[in-house]
C-alpha cells in the first residue's frame, strides 16, 4: 500500500475539506472512552497487530474513528466501509482519509453504492474482518472466495450479524471463526440497552421534534435494545406498549409494568412505533390499515426490513412527500397518514450520531482486544462462532469501573475456599 503520509491511500469519501471539524468531534468522543484510550496506549507500545490488514465495516461515526486509530495504533493497515447507507458522518470519514486510513462511506449512498464500497473495501484482501450486520462476511462467502485462505478470523459487532453468522455456521458454510462480540456483557448489556435506548429516542425527537410525554409507544422486540427503547421511553412520559414473540421475554416486560400485547392489537392503539427485533415484517401491511391518522413509524432494527415500506409505497402510490429531513409522509386514505423516520433505516444513526460514546467505549475496547485475540489464536481456531473470553470481559468492566471511579469488593482467601467447596453447609 501507499505510504500513509502521503495521503494518497485510495478512498471514495463526500468531502475532504471536513477533515478539520472531523477531528474535532472524534476528539471529543475520546475523552468519554478512557477504556479504549488505555487500550490504545497499550497497543502502541506493544505493536500487536503490525502488518496485519483489517477491513472494518461499521458505522462511520466519532466511537468508530476511536476504534479504527487504536488499530492503527497496534500497526494495523486498516480499511473502512460503512455498515449503513444513513450511518456515515462524513466529517469523520474526511477526518479519517487525513490520518492515512482508506475510507469507502458517504452518507445517503444509494444500495449500488454501499456495496461497491463493500467490494473496494475487500480488495484490500483482509486477514481479519471487523463486521457489523455481517455484510462483510457475507459477500466474501458468496463472491471472494479466493480471498478465504488469508482469513484468520473476523469479530461482530450486533444482534443481527451474530444471527447470520451462526446460520452460515449451521448451513456448513462458515470457513473461519467469528468472535461474538456483541454478546459481551460489557457489550450488549450496556450498549444495546443503554445506548440503543437513549439513542433511539434522540434520533426520533431531532427527526421530529414532538412531544413524547402522553403519547403511546409500541416498542416491537424486548431483548437488550428493546429493553432500553420501552425503559428511555417510559421515563419520557410515555405509555408504553411491547409486542414480543418469546414466552419469556414477553413475561418479562409484562413484570417490568409495560402492557403487553400482539401487533395485531396495538396497531389501532399507538402513536409511536419502534422495531427492534431484527425480523422482516414485523409491522406489516395489515397493521398500516389500522393505523391512526399521523402514526410515525421508526426502526431501530440492524436493516430496514422490519417495516413493510414496499408495501407502504404500494398502498400510497403518489401520495408521498418529505416533511422535513428523516420525516416522509404516506396518504394511505382521505384521513390517514402514515410517517416514516429516516426511510425506515436505524433512526439513532439516520436521524442522529448514534450511541453516546461512554457506551462505544465497552463496545470496541471488546472490538479491539477481540482483535488481538484473533491475530495471536485465530489460526488455532475452527470455523464456527465463538463468545468474547471472559477474561477480556470482565477486564474490559474493570478498566471502565476505575476510569468512573468506583471501588469493588475482593473475596478474602476464606470467601474464595468457600466457594469452591462443598463440605460447608448450615
Known sequence: MVDSATNTRPFDIKDPSLA????????????????????????????????VRIVVCAHITTETANLALALKAAGANSVMCASNPLSTQDEVAAALVEDGISVYAIKGEDNDTYYRHIRAALDHG?????????????????????????????????????????A??????????????????????????????????????????????????????????????????????????????????????????????????????????????????????????????????????????EINIRALEEMSGEGRRTLRPFVEEFVLGPEQRVILLGEGRLINLAAAEGHPASVMDMSFANQALAVAYLVREGKQLEPGVYQVPEDIDQDIARLKLAAMEIDID??????????????GGT
Open 20 to 51: 478539520a471539524e472531523g477531528r474535532r468531534r472524534i476528539d471529543w468522543a475520546s475523552r468519554e472512552m478512557p477504556v479504549l484510550g488505555q487500550i490504545r496506549d497499550q497497543f502502541e507500545q506493544e505493536r500487536p497487530l503490525d502488518g
Open 168 to 305: 452460515l455456521h449451521a448451513q456448513g458454510l462458515l470457513r473461519f471463526p467469528v468472535i461474538a462480540v456483541n454478546d459481551a456483557e460489557t457489550k450488549h448489556f450496556f450498549d444495546n440497552r443503554y445506548g440503543t435506548g437513549q439513542s433511539t429516542i434522540d434520533g426520533i425527537l431531532r427527526a421530529t421534534n414532538i412531544l413524547l410525554a402522553g403519547k403511546t409507544i409500541v416498542v416491537a422486540g424486548y431483548g437488550w435494545c428493546g429493553k432500553g427503547i420501552a425503559m428511555r421511553a417510559r421515563g419520557m412520559g410515555a405509555r408504553v406498549i411491547v409486542t414480543e414473540i418469546n414466552a419469556v421475554r414477553a413475561l418479562e416486560a409484562a413484570m417490568d409494568g409495560f402492557a403487553v400485547t400482539t401487533m395485531d392489537r396495538a396497531a389501532a392503539l399507538g402513536d409511536i412505533f419502534i422495531t427492534a427485533t431484527g425480523n422482516i415484517s414485523v409491522v406489516d401491511r395489515n397493521h398500516f390499515d389500522q393505523m391512526k391518522d399521523g402514526a410515525i413509524l421508526a426502526n431501530s432494527g440492524h436493516f430496514n426490513s
Open 126 to 166: 483482509p486477514h481479519i474482518i471487523v463486521d457489523d450486520g455481517a455484510d462483510v462476511v457475507s459477500m466474501i462467502h458468496q463472491e471472494r472466495s479466493d480471498l478465504l485462505p488469508d482469513v484468520i478470523g473476523a469479530t461482530e459487532e450486533t444482534t443481527t450479524g451474530v444471527v447470520r453468522h451462526r
Open 410 to 423: 475482593v473475596l478474602s482467601v476464606e470467601q474464595e475456599r468457600y466457594l469452591t467447596s462443598w463440605e
